[in-house]
């Protein structure tokens, strides 16, 4: 069993940045960070491997940044020019393996605001 605990979450304002953290309980592999909207769906934001790979959403490209301290099970989203569209809570989601057999768990989440 693998906690996830986020952090970082708060009001800012368009144009502003955030950093989020997700520390996990114990050794995690592939962490992908979800956001959520009221009433939207579940989307992918960004995703970073073990070895420190990384991938983002088209809507974020260029301005979010995820990064990794595998020493402290720890991973962050560097968030810059935010916007109203970011608005939401995010999740991360990290798999104990690499293998589809791994299991994979979720935290409870951070809520971001971006509004003036």
């Known amino acids: 069993q693998v906690q996830l605990v986020e952090s970082g979450g708060g009001l800012v304002q368009p144009g502003g940045s955030l950093r989020l953290s997700c520390v996990a309980s114990?050794?995690?592999?592939?962490v992908g960070w979800y956001r959520q909207a009221p009433g939207k769906e579940r989307e992918l934001v960004a995703e970073i491997t073990r070895g420190g790979r990384s991938n983002y959403a088209d809507s974020v490209q260029g301005r979010f940044t995820v990064s990794r301290d595998n020493a402290k099970n720890t991973v962050y989203l560097q968030m810059n020019s935010l916007n109203s569209e970011d608005t939401g809570i995010y999740y991360c989601?990290?798999?104990?393996?690499?293998?589809?057999?791994?299991?994979?768990?979720w935290g409870k989440g951070t809520p971001v605001t971006v509004s003036s």
């Open positions: 114990g050794t995690i592999f592939d």
């Open positions: 989601n990290a798999r104990t393996g690499i293998s589809v057999e791994a299991m994979v768990y």
